[in-house]
T-cell receptor, first 117, second 113 residues
Framework: GAVVSQHPSRVICKSGTSVKIECRSL??????MFWYRQFPKQSLMLMAT?????????EQGVEKDKFLINHASLTLSTLTVTSAHPEDSSFYIC?????????????FGQGTRLTVV | QQQVKQSPQSLIVQKGGISIINCAYE??????FPWYQQFPGKGPALLIA?????SEKKEGRFTISFNKSAKQFSLHIMDSQPGDSATYFC????????????FGSGTRLSIRP
């Protein structure tokens, strides 16, 4: 299957700082990428959908100024958590889809564990 | 209408037994139903998926049964092994475009040796 690489896998940052998480599709062009947040023992919660070259679409209740998403190329999307606070500590997962009317299968990254201290 | 309901929340099965996880959906626009397996600290990985034009799909020890009229589908893991211990998520989406995937709440499966 296709490979989606997410970096870093773990990050610890101080409260008030910003953290950037990268999501790359290694062997296909990702028209659409999705960003999820997962709390312990819970399901994946979709945060936003990003399409290459356009603004991300955020789910209700997700602060777009806090979670900045950039999808500047067909193989890279980034999520920046700005002014992070302890409550932002979570497991963040991206997925990428070739889209374009073909199979809708989404390929997931390995996730990023963010801890804000 | 966007929800996918999954049960049970947790499941313990003896090695060699059959693990069964059930899901139900409401939105009839969904036409692609994947199952994902997630190990601790990892992203989910596609296990098996089905479209509603068939009632069953089997891949190795994993089988999806699909009941379109009841809007229900289930995952059966035959001859369950300790390595199958993971969290399983059912999901629903639309096949024809890169649509949002709606996840179930997850089932934590433990296989006892």
């Amino acid at each position: 299957g296709a490979v989606v690489s997410q970096h870093p896998s773990r990050v610890i940052c101080k409260s008030g700082t910003s953290v950037k998480i990268e999501c790359r599709s290694l062997d296909f062009q990702a028209t659409t990428m999705f960003w999820y947040r997962q709390f312990p023992k819970q399901s994946l919660m979709l945060m936003a959908t990003s399409n290459e070259g356009s603004k991300a679409t955020y789910e209700q209740g997700v602060e777009k100024d806090k979670f900045l998403i950039n999808h500047a190329s067909l193989t890279l999307s980034t999520l920046t958590v700005t002014s992070a606070h302890p409550e932002d500590s979570s497991f963040y997962i991206c997925s990428a889809s070739p889209g374009q009317g073909s199979i809708t299968e989404a390929f997931f990254g390995q996730g990023t564990r963010l801890t804000v201290v | 209408q966007q929800q996918v309901k999954q049960s049970p929340q947790s499941l313990i099965v003896q090695k060699g037994g059959i693990s069964i996880i059930n899901c139900a959906y409401e939105n009839t626009a969904f036409d692609y139903f994947p199952w994902y397996q997630q190990f601790p600290g990892k992203g989910p990985a596609l296990l098996i998926a089905i479209r509603p034009d068939v009632s069953e799909k089997k891949e190795g020890r994993f089988t999806i049964s699909f009941n379109k009229s009841a809007k229900q589908f289930s995952l059966h893991i035959m001859d369950s092994q300790p390595g199958d211990s993971a969290t399983y998520f059912c999901a629903a989406t639309r096949y024809s475009s890169a649509s949002k995937i709606i996840f179930g709440s997850g089932t934590r499966l433990s296989i006892r040796p």
